[in-house]
Protein backbone atom coordinates (compact mmCIF):
# COMPACT_ATOMS: atom_id res chain seq x y z
CA UNK A 1 0.00 0.00 0.00
CA UNK A 2 3.17 2.40 1.23
CA UNK A 3 4.55 1.65 -2.48
CA UNK A 4 1.40 2.18 -4.44
CA UNK A 5 1.42 5.34 -2.79
CA UNK A 6 4.92 6.50 -3.14
CA UNK A 7 4.40 5.25 -7.04
CA UNK A 8 1.72 7.43 -7.36
CA UNK A 9 3.08 10.86 -5.48
CA UNK A 10 6.34 10.18 -7.29
CA UNK A 11 4.41 10.09 -10.85
CA UNK A 12 2.51 13.76 -9.54
CA UNK A 13 5.49 15.42 -8.32
CA UNK A 14 7.46 14.33 -12.04
CA UNK A 15 4.14 15.23 -14.34
CA UNK A 16 3.75 18.58 -11.80
CA UNK A 17 7.30 19.43 -12.21
CA UNK A 18 7.65 18.88 -16.48
CA UNK A 19 4.44 20.94 -16.30
CA UNK A 20 6.07 24.01 -14.17
CA UNK A 21 9.17 23.49 -17.05
CA UNK A 22 6.84 23.78 -20.11
CA UNK A 23 4.76 26.81 -18.09
CA UNK A 24 7.96 28.78 -17.75
CA UNK A 25 9.42 28.12 -21.47
CA UNK A 26 6.20 29.06 -22.72
CA UNK A 27 6.45 32.27 -20.78
CA UNK A 28 9.61 33.06 -21.65
CA UNK A 29 8.57 32.87 -25.16
CA UNK A 30 6.06 35.24 -24.94
CA UNK A 31 7.85 37.67 -23.17
CA UNK A 32 10.87 37.28 -25.39
CA UNK A 33 8.13 37.84 -28.36
CA UNK A 34 6.74 41.14 -26.64
CA UNK A 35 10.04 42.45 -25.95
CA UNK A 36 11.54 42.23 -29.64
CA UNK A 37 7.21 43.52 -30.28
CA UNK A 38 7.83 46.43 -28.26
CA UNK A 39 10.94 47.41 -29.35
CA UNK A 40 9.45 48.25 -32.38
CA UNK A 41 6.88 50.05 -31.23
CA UNK A 42 9.36 52.02 -29.60
CA UNK A 43 11.29 52.45 -33.28
CA UNK A 44 7.68 53.33 -35.03
CA UNK A 45 7.32 55.84 -32.22
CA UNK A 46 10.53 57.66 -32.63
CA UNK A 47 10.17 57.44 -36.49
CA UNK A 48 6.29 59.21 -36.56
CA UNK A 49 8.02 61.72 -33.93
CA UNK A 50 10.94 63.01 -36.33
CA UNK A 51 8.35 62.82 -39.22
CA UNK A 52 6.01 65.19 -37.25
CA UNK A 53 9.34 67.53 -36.44
CA UNK A 54 10.12 67.50 -40.39
CA UNK A 55 6.92 68.45 -40.89
CA UNK A 56 6.95 71.19 -38.36
CA UNK A 57 10.12 72.46 -39.96
CA UNK A 58 8.74 73.51 -42.97
CA UNK A 59 7.82 76.95 -44.01
CA UNK A 60 4.19 76.15 -44.68
CA UNK A 61 2.94 74.61 -41.33
CA UNK A 62 5.81 76.14 -38.47
CA UNK A 63 4.25 77.93 -35.87
CA UNK A 64 1.16 75.39 -36.32
CA UNK A 65 -0.29 74.91 -33.04
CA UNK A 66 -1.97 71.49 -33.71
CA UNK A 67 1.40 69.76 -35.26
CA UNK A 68 3.40 71.56 -31.92
CA UNK A 69 0.82 69.67 -29.80
CA UNK A 70 0.95 66.58 -31.80
CA UNK A 71 4.82 66.67 -31.26
CA UNK A 72 4.77 67.46 -27.82
CA UNK A 73 2.59 64.47 -27.50
CA UNK A 74 4.85 62.32 -29.14
CA UNK A 75 7.57 63.12 -26.96
CA UNK A 76 5.54 62.57 -24.23
CA UNK A 77 4.71 58.95 -25.74
CA UNK A 78 8.01 58.15 -26.50
CA UNK A 79 9.06 59.18 -23.05
CA UNK A 80 6.26 56.75 -20.97
CA UNK A 81 7.22 53.82 -23.69
CA UNK A 82 10.90 54.32 -22.58
CA UNK A 83 10.21 54.47 -19.09
CA UNK A 84 7.69 51.19 -19.59
CA UNK A 85 10.77 49.69 -21.03
CA UNK A 86 13.07 50.64 -18.45
CA UNK A 87 11.09 49.31 -15.79
CA UNK A 88 10.61 45.88 -17.21
CA UNK A 89 13.99 45.31 -18.70
CA UNK A 90 15.80 45.76 -15.13
Given at each position: MIETISIIGIFLFVAIFVASIWANVFLLRKLLYF??????????TDEFSRHLEKIYEMPTFYGDESLQQLISHSRELRQELADFQNRYSE
Open positions: NENFQQVINS
